[in-house]
């Protein structure tokens, strides 16, 4: 494990330590997977405290696209998940699906963005920049097409908005930039993370509600993980109720699925070292953690969290 200046080290700074040497402050930031209905939500709100301050994280950036109600995100759930520690909130193909989605859209406070290869003209912003420790940290949201929907190139998408990023040198030798790319195919969300090696700090997968265990550093210094996995019911199918989505493989009908509103949960995450000065990625870490269900679970959750 390799130590960095004390003059750099914040406590607990070596718990997570990056494996490439730094040349400057480190930057942590916290990736969070889709956060699935009620249930997610809790999870998000009782565990996120206690895991910023276990990993130091200076950034916290969720997926937000299943928070209301397992289908697309409201204003009301937004609120919830940036009162409770989200600094940004991404989103993916159920964007549209609740009707004050023009009114998140429109909230800057909210720090919302949506997948920016959806085609023009579309309401919101598809890349936000936001600040940690003095530098600019750039999150961009880009949806993948294999299949999903049908939607503009992912791939030129996030090639034209690298090319019109402003950047102060100042900062740093490179912006930091992060990358969730929402998408169902792994090989897809491996292929953008090739295609961006060198020229992004992280790509983040996020949309099958499954973690990988492939979290690594490519060439170029680039974070990346195939998909982060989800915040939501840990006693479920990728998030919905056991029965309801058992109902729809055995009878091949489209039964509505049922989201719980109780029990256990899962939070999954990968936390990235960031180097301030080159904007390269050090380390990527999972960070999986769960949380009791109900109010009676409070203690045991706390635990948890700290675990």
Avoid at 173 to 202: C, N, Y
Avoid at 243 to 258: E, N, W, Y
Avoid at 263 to 291: P, Q, S
Wanted: charged content about 25%; hydrophobic content about 40%; aromatic content about 4%.
């Amino acid at each position: 494990m390799t130590t960095h200046d004390s003059d750099n080290q914040r406590p607990g700074d070596q718990l997570l330590a990056g494996i490439l040497p730094a040349s400057g402050p480190i930057i942590r930031v916290l990736t969070v997977g889709d956060v699935y209905g009620s249930v997610g939500r809790r999870a998000f709100k009782r565990l996120l405290p206690g895991l910023r301050a276990e990993t130091r994280a200076d950034l916290v950036i969720v997926n937000g696209e299943n928070s209301a109600g397992g289908r697309g995100i409201s204003l009301k759930t937004a609120r919830e998940l940036r009162d409770a520690g989200a600094d940004v909130i991404t989103l993916g193909n159920h964007t549209w699906s609740q009707p004050d989605i023009m009114q998140v859209l429109e909230d800057d406070d909210l720090r919302v963005v949506r997948p920016m290869n959806y085609p023009d003209p579309a309401p919101g912003r598809g890349i936000i920049t936001v600040t940690a420790r003095g530098r600019s940290i750039t999150v961009a949201n880009v949806m993948g097409r294999v299949y999903m929907d049908p939607l503009d190139d992912p791939f030129r998408a996030m090639d034209t908005a690298l090319l019109t990023l402003h950047h102060n040198p100042a900062e740093g030798d490179r912006p930091i930039v992060f990358v969730d790319m929402h998408a169902e195919a792994t090989s897809e969300k491996q292929a953008i993370a090739w295609h961006l090696a060198g020229r992004v700090t992280a790509v983040f997968g996020t949309h099958t509600h499954v973690p990988t265990a492939d979290a690594r550093i490519l060439p170029g210094e680039t974070g990346y993980v195939t998909d982060l996995g989800m915040t939501g019911p840990r006693d479920s199918i990728i998030g919905a109720t056991i029965d309801s989505t058992l109902r729809r493989f055995l009878t091949q009908r489209a039964i509505r699925l049922q989201t719980p509103d109780g029990g256990d949960a899962v939070l999954n995450a990968v936390l990235f070292d960031v180097d301030a000065k080159t904007g390269g990625c050090l380390n990527a870490v999972r960070v999986d953690r769960e949380d009791a269900g109900g109010v009676e679970g409070d203690a045991r959750a706390q635990r948890r969290a700290h675990s």
